[in-house]
């Protein structure tokens, strides 16, 4: 027995050897496998491409423990297993990061004017980039490192402008003036998706307009409204014609009001009529543009009034809000006023207000695009899990809207039109990476896992592109993996002191430890409440079973063998058992139950009950056996603990003399 296993299992030791030894293996790239692999299935899985500005989380760690462990699992047995690498460029994140570092000079972006700003994005990106894939080696990712893209490749970038001329060719890409999201602090369109709602104490108003009486919480928009609107089978409004003008007091003095009926007003909402301002919200607008309406603009893209507002233009939409509703009222025209809590948009990258505004974007036709989303998803040629995701997906493909792709920063894709100063929204890029990234004779895919957030922003995308550039789509399952929150229900974050640092639970208790702690509590479910005894919980594990094996290689001359044996039926029984149920579990996506299964068999049915039954026993069968067990238990637990398994494996006298990553799954007797 070699004299490592002497000691206890000590992972800061073996996890940076066994990982190098990995990779001058070779054995990550599908090409470079042995040869009983070159004629075999394709298995492949993308890499949802971490932005260049991230850092691992634990979210992260579950997701790449996932398709690490699908990827080590299909690649034992006997399938080309590529999982392709790669970074994201995160156009708003990464510009916001680039200028706080040039802020702390005194320098702005416009100072230095676009070229010379994009040189520093560039430098930036080459020195720290790269970082979060580096962690992700330390989680023991066996990905085809030699195949990493980034979205800002050369080649990748040709095609964006590519997909770009295309939708523009078939009709679909059109610019208008439209109302979007947007950003007053980046000064940039943003899309529905890319907004975070936040719960905000408020006030909604109720006031007299004419004979009707409206409600807002967005008093400093009314300038604009001189339409309002009810249903037309609303019987308190009867009384009123379509088109009927009327003449009344509002915030500036006498206005003509429009009387406009239209079947999205909401009955039971309020008191049923409600005044729109077209030019700031998208209900509005839609409103306005069936009917014809003005779209009059009353806040700028810096959040400040227009003359339209009179004397309060130039001020602040907080500033403005109550002098308008103190006006309002000396005139007689507030009724009353309610204290509620709503969600207010913010920009998912810098937390501040957004705003509707009206605004030239260019604009994709997604109707007839999810249309064909959703034949595939009804056909089954692509599938959920868990199911539930199904419905999710076909619920926004069905209610969909023209996409905002433009968006007014300076790194990213540009868009290709002469004068033109607007990039690509990042998504629009990324809606392009299975197919891009992923060689032909590997396409398509054969999962996509993610994080629920992105369901929409980017899983459905690229279902769509896959569909119209390639006919297929690109992934045959979508794997929707459960947030990691920690132990009190709070989402994990690093600055608020609520997460749990990755990298810090790695050096802590070992990688096998993290990645086992993590998949123990994936049942499919939405919430993981994760904590630091999940992880003391995997490495007692990563140590028993290098205690097993220490105790079963003395007992065998240090040798391990994958000849079957036919004593002691009941562990062998047992044995197979689980084989067949964890092999089964992983071909379902059900990881929770498959390191359930692992846990109770290597701890319980070998450890406390078969091991301890051995010591009373010293014949060649049962050594047989035991060197027949820890065979098999290294090669089942591989993909989800591969360090302790690999050096095990590389300690041991076996028949296969290969690396534990590229042995078989199988349990038959073979030669390598």
Not at 271 to 294: K, N, Q, V, Y
Not at 508 to 513: E, P, S
Request: hydrophobic residues 35%; glycine residues 6%; contains cysteine.
């Amino acid at each position: 027995m070699d004299d490592k296993l002497l000691k206890p299992y000590q992972p800061e030791e073996t996890e940076e050897r066994i990982y190098d030894i990995w990779q001058q293996g070779g054995f990550f790239d599908p090409d470079k496998l042995p040869e009983r692999y070159q004629n075999s299935e394709p298995y492949t899985i993308v890499m949802a491409p971490p932005n260049v500005t991230g850092s691992l989380h634990m979210g992260h760690a579950l997701e790449h423990v996932i398709s690490d462990i699908l990827i080590r699992f299909e690649r034992m047995r006997g399938r080309k297993a590529l999982w392709i690498p790669g970074t994201d460029h995160a156009g708003i994140a990464t510009q916001n990061v680039v200028e706080k570092s040039l802020k702390k000079e005194g320098i702005s972006r416009h100072e230095m004017g676009r070229e010379k700003f994009l040189e520093k994005v560039w430098e930036w990106k080459e020195k720290y980039g790269g970082t979060i894939l580096e962690q992700l080696k330390q989680l023991g990712c066996s990905a085809d490192w030699s195949r990493t893209r980034f979205t800002m490749d050369e080649k990748y970038q040709e095609a964006v402008k590519q997909a770009f001329l295309h939708y523009q060719k078939t009709g679909l890409i059109y610019r208008g003036k439209r109302v979007i999201n947007w950003c007053i602090k980046d000064q940039t369109a943003l899309s529905d998706l890319e907004l975070e709602y936040q719960e905000e104490a408020g006030t909604f108003y109720y006031f007299k307009y004419g004979p009707f009486v409206i409600g807002t919480a967005r008093p400093e928009t009314k300038f604009g409204d001189k339409y309002v609107v009810v249903h037309p089978n609303d019987k308190r409004y009867a009384g009123y014609q379509h088109g009927q003008k009327l003449e009344l007091e509002w915030i500036n003095g006498p206005i003509t009001a429009t009387v406009i009926k239209d079947e999205a007003i909401d009955i039971d909402f309020g008191t049923g009529a409600m005044t729109i301002t077209p030019a700031h919200s998208l209900i509005d607008f839609e409103i306005a543009e069936r009917h014809g309406l003005d779209k009059e603009e009353i806040i700028d893209q810096f959040g400040k009034l227009l003359p339209l507002a009179g004397e309060f233009s130039g001020m602040k939409i907080n500033e403005a809000r109550e002098k308008i509703v103190a006006k309002l009222k000396s005139k007689g025209l507030l009724e009353r006023e309610e204290s509620l809590t709503h969600n207010v948009a913010k920009c998912y990258r810098c937390n501040s207000t957004v705003e509707p505004l009206l605004s030239e974007q260019w604009f994709l036709k997604m109707k007839p695009l999810a249309e064909r989303a959703l034949a595939a998803i009804e056909k089954g040629e692509v599938k959920y899990h868990p199911e539930r995701w199904r419905e999710i997906a076909r619920e926004w493909l069905l209610g969909i809207r023209d996409w905002c792709i433009s968006r007014q920063i300076w790194w990213g894709h540009k868009i290709p039109v002469d004068g033109s100063e607007d990039t690509f929204d990042t998504w629009f890029s990324s809606a392009l990476w299975s197919m891009e990234v992923v060689p032909k004779e590997f396409y398509p895919t054969q999962v996509i896992t993610s994080a629920r957030d992105i369901l929409h922003l980017w899983i459905s995308r690229m279902i769509i592109s896959g569909l119209e550039f390639t006919n297929q789509v690109p992934f045959k399952d979508i794997l929707i993996h459960a947030t990691v929150l920690n132990k009190q229900g709070q989402r994990m974050s690093k600055s608020l002191g609520t997460g749990l640092d990755p990298l810090e639970m790695i050096k802590k208790y070992g990688a096998d430890a993290t990645r086992f702690g993590l998949i123990y509590q994936e049942f499919g479910g939405q919430e993981i409440r994760f904590g630091e005894d999940n992880l003391l919980m995997g490495k007692k594990f990563a140590n028993k079973i290098w205690n097993i094996a220490r105790y079963i290689l003395s007992r065998t001359d240090g040798k391990i063998s994958s000849e079957e044996v036919s004593s002691d039926s009941e562990i062998l029984e047992k044995l197979e058992e689980t084989k067949r149920e964890v092999t089964k579990n992983l071909e379902q996506y059900k990881f929770g139950e498959a390191s359930h299964l692992l846990y109770d068999f290597v701890w319980h049915d070998l450890a406390d009950k078969y091991l301890e039954e051995s010591k009373n026993k010293n014949d060649e069968a049962t050594n047989q056996t035991l060197a027949y067990l820890l065979d098999q238990i290294l090669r089942l637990l591989h993909p989800f603990m591969p360090f302790v398994t690999e050096e095990i494996w590389s300690l041991a006298e076996k028949t296969e003399n290969n690396l534990l990553m590229i042995s078989r799954w199988s349990t038959r007797a073979t030669s390598s």
